[in-house]
């Protein structure tokens, strides 16, 4: 059997307050607050717990999502209707209808993005062109509104499409919390999904989602941050001009001088965008050292490229608990 490994990452704050406390936050507070989220069971013999999503918590993204595309859905149907309009009459109209529809759907997409932070990587895994290509109406760009909300919901729609992920249904997934290095190691199932690193990736969000939400947990742990931890980040062009990546504030000892920056500013995280001299490709080495280094120890939070160029990134497996 082989396990994902990901990383439960405090907030500077909260390191700083239990930094004489090491053990007792790892062993014994992290997990009881998790249970206020979770429902964790002890594995005989091993410091290792295991954990269960219940499903009614799990089933309230699907709720959000599946009203969000009945509203997006009525929502392409009024965009039609102003299409048609523009071509035979060259005349734009924005029935008051549509613009609370839009602005409507588009609050509540913001929202669910929020709440599920892997719907990031939809919209960064996706080109536009893409979706305009995919989607049931021919958007243009002279009826601009719209446009932004269509593009990044048919994103996220076709994320969630080739995840496999059933949204009236609990995932089947096994999942593990291991209190040492504060690991969360979610097993591989091949056999029942075609795409089991997706389907962690939106088990991780569930899990990062309860505990953000929870005023109890976050009044003792913070807010938190779960990555994946990285067997390696490939940059796999050579035509790279810009690169951003995020690093949270380290659980370990700071090394590098970002570390410093982060804790003597108490911010949990730093956002970087790496730019080419007059647009010409970066020197792609250095970046891939840094974020490496970064990536391994669970301290990436995401990664992409303009363009959206291609980033293998290999989460780390590991075969026991």
Known sequence: MQYLVFKLNLQPAKLIEYKNEKDYL?????????ENVVSLTKIPNKNVYKIDLEAADI??????????????EKLVSYYKDILEQYKEKKEIFYSKEFLNLNSNCSTKRRKLEKKYPVLQEA?????????????????ES??????????????????INEA????DEPLDISAY???????ILIEINSDKVENPIRQAQFYISYIESFINNSDKVVSKLG????????????????????????????????????H???????????????????????????????????????????????KGKKITATIKRVDTL
């Open 260 to 306: 410093n920056i982060l804790k003597a500013s108490d911010a949990k995280e730093a956002q970087f965008t790496i730019y080419g001299t007059d647009d010409q490709p970066l020197k792609k080495e250095a970046i891939e050292d840094i974020v490496n280094a970064e990536a391994k120890k669970g301290y990436l939070k995401n990664i992409f490229s303009k």
């Open 59 to 72: 089933n309230d993204f699907g709720l959000i999502y599946n009203n969000l595309l009945l509203e997006t």
């Open 142 to 159: 002279k009826i601009g509104t719209g446009i932004v909300h269509l593009r990044k919901f048919y994103k996220i729609k076709k994320y």
């Open 177 to 183: 919390y291991r209190p040492k290095d504060e690991r």
């Open 223 to 258: 807010k938190v941050n779960i990555n994946p931890v990285y067997e390696s980040i490939v940059l796999s062009d050579d035509s790279y001009t810009e690169i951003s990546f995020s690093l949270v504030y380290p659980n370990g000892n700071p090394s590098l001088d970002r």
């Open 123 to 139: 919209l960064d895994k996706y080109s536009d062109l893409l979706i305009d290509q995919e989607i049931d109406v021919n958007l």
């Open 26 to 34: 790892i062993n014994i507070l992290i997990p009881s607050m998790l």
């Open 164 to 167: 496999e992920i059933q949204l």
